[in-house]
């Protein structure tokens, strides 16, 4: 069984994410009808795969008191998830599945937090909770292979030892994500004492995002919640490109910093040219890497960039100006650079990708695409003023399905 939790953001509810969630659904109906078709024309047995869906609800109309604090909740509740499918799709027997997190916004912040109070989450070894400084790599491993094995754990409250979950971290994604939260990460460069009002007045989650609580640095960037998101098989930021977000620009979604020099490499996005959205617009990874680059004089920023690259991740860009109103026609001459001609493998650095997407287009776009990125559903005029990035939703999650199928045999 594969479970894919979803997770909303700032001021969002369970329906924020309904779009990708029905898009998740039809393409299940869909697989499943065409494994039948398959099957009963004796070409092959079908999958097997069974997937549960659930858009998380703990932390609607409660996303201002930190991100610790919803962190914790969404533990609470995929505790409950869990154990809930335990009892009835197993009978209450040993069983093992695998946990996908897709989460938007600040909902992947609260993902990366919950990480460490999830009761059958896998346990890491070492590290101190507390130290957001330390300079090494968060695990000695260049393959998730080595740094993803599972522990089984009694994850409900029966009190039968003998009974036991185990979990498999799978897919770790998330959609304009503030990874870096939002201080001198802000659509334009204001000064430090009016980040500090605005955290003030945006409560503890504000406190948090804008650096003036340790949030970020003792919890999302302690060695062992590193360490725990370096468990998951796979690992995807999506992030809007060109200045269309206000409430998540570029820098911080994709964790890109003009000083870090940190390796990427161009990738073929998983859907051919039919299939691919016309507002893709480009692919990097970074690969796992247990040599530790930062350095002595590295400013928390492209430290924290540099520590979030060595996990090894998939960054894809994406285009949503032809769904926002802007001030004039033009294209930005970022848009032409080298790095959108490049050919798949070709290396540019963290600093090549924060000039080429963070850029703000010269076209000025009305920096709405924060919400169009997502499909935002969370009521009937959102939906609507967001269909533009439902392709976008439907490429995710037939991705995230497709590599769940295909790969999580192999998971161990």
């Not at 503890?204 to 590193?226: A, P, Y």
Request: glycine letters at 6%; one cysteine or more; a negative charge.
């Amino acid at each position: 069984i594969h479970v894919i939790v979803l997770v909303h953001g700032w001021l969002g509810n369970d329906k924020e994410m309904g779009y990708i969630e029905d898009s998740f659904r039809d393409q299940v109906l869909r697989n499943a009808r065409s494994d039948k078709l398959e099957k009963d024309n004796e070409r092959k047995d079908a999958s097997g795969h069974r997937f549960i869906i659930h858009s998380a609800k703990c932390n609607v109309d409660r996303t201002t008191d930190g991100i610790i604090a919803g962190g914790k909740r969404l533990a609470s509740e995929i505790d409950g998830l869990v154990a809930e499918i335990r009892r009835h799709e197993f009978g209450g027997a040993s069983c093992t599945i695998t946990l996908s997190l897709v989460g938007n916004s600040l909902g992947g912040l609260y993902a990366r937090s919950a990480l460490g109070h999830i009761r059958c989450f896998p346990n890491v070894e070492g590290g101190d909770d507390t130290d957001g400084n330390s300079n090494s790599n968060t695990n000695g491993s260049n393959s998730n292979k080595d740094s993803s094995s599972t522990t089984t754990t009694n994850c409900d409250n029966d009190n039968d030892n003998n009974k036991t979950t185990t979990i498999i971290p799978a897919i770790f994604c998330t959609t304009a994500t503030p990874h870096l939260g939002v201080s001198r990460n802000t659509w334009l460069t204001i000064p430090r004492f009016l980040e500090y009002f605005i955290g003030q007045v945006l409560q503890d989650t504000g406190r948090d995002l804008f650096c003036v609580s340790n949030t970020m640095k003792h919890d999302l960037f302690s060695s062992q919640q590193l360490k725990r998101l370096q468990l998951f098989h796979s690992r995807v930021s999506h992030c809007n490109s060109y200045g269309t977000d206000f409430q998540v620009p570029t820098s911080t979604a994709a964790f890109v910093t003009p000083n870090s020099m940190s390796p990427h490499f161009r990738v073929d996005g998983d859907d051919d040219d039919s299939t691919r959205p016309t507002e893709f617009v480009a692919a990097f990874e970074t690969r796992q890497n247990d040599k530790s680059d930062i350095n002595d004089d590295d400013d928390e920023m492209t430290r924290w960039s540099k520590q979030l690259d060595n996990l090894g991740w998939q960054k894809v860009f994406w285009d949503v100006r032809s769904h926002l109103p802007s001030i004039m026609k033009t294209k930005s001459s970022s848009e032409s650079s080298h790095l959108l001609a490049a050919s798949s493998g070709t290396s540019s650095s963290s600093a090549d990708l924060y000039d080429t997407f963070a850029s703000i287009s010269s076209s000025l776009p009305i920096p709405f695409g924060h919400t169009v990125l997502v499909a935002n559903a969370k009521n009937a005029y959102y939906r609507e003023w967001n269909r533009g990035g439902q392709p976008i939703m439907d490429c995710v999650a037939r991705s995230m399905l497709q590599e769940l199928m295909d790969k999580s045999a192999s998971w161990k």
